[in-house]
């Protein structure tokens, strides 16, 4: 199928759908709320990853001053960033997995 093709079977996919001649495909998915992190909570995850805070700062893609700030406990992480952080609680090596960090 070329693309062409593809996106004429989706309008069509949505036409029928929009007169009742098909249903909509779903499935079961869960997914873990967003955590939230305390400023000690996120250090301790950057402490455990063996990162300082330049470092961490550069694998979270934030300045050093706003991790200064989290740790601090003035600001707090975004919902990406804290996603970021849940994962790397769960996996301190996960940097080095994905070669993000040598």
């Known amino acids: 199928m ?3 093709e593809g996106i004429m079977q989706g309008l ?4 029928d759908y ?3 001649r098909i249903k909509a495909r779903t499935r079961d998915v869960y997914i873990d ?3 939230k992190f305390k400023a000690e909570e996120i250090k301790k995850i950057r402490t455990d990853s063996g990162m ?4 961490f ?3 979270m893609g934030v300045s050093p001053k ?3 700030s989290w740790e601090a406990g ?3 992480p975004s919902g990406p960033a804290s996603r970021i952080l849940s994962m790397l609680k769960s996996d301190p090596e996960l940097p080095a997995k994905y070669h993000i960090i040598a």
């Open 18 to 20: 929009n007169e009742g």
């Open 52 to 55: 300082t805070q330049v470092i």
């Open 74 to 76: 003035r600001n707090f």
């Open 12 to 15: 069509q996919e949505a036409v």
């Open 2 to 4: 070329n693309v062409y």
């Open 66 to 68: 706003t991790i200064e």
């Open 57 to 59: 700062a550069g694998f």
């Open 33 to 35: 709320p967003v955590p």
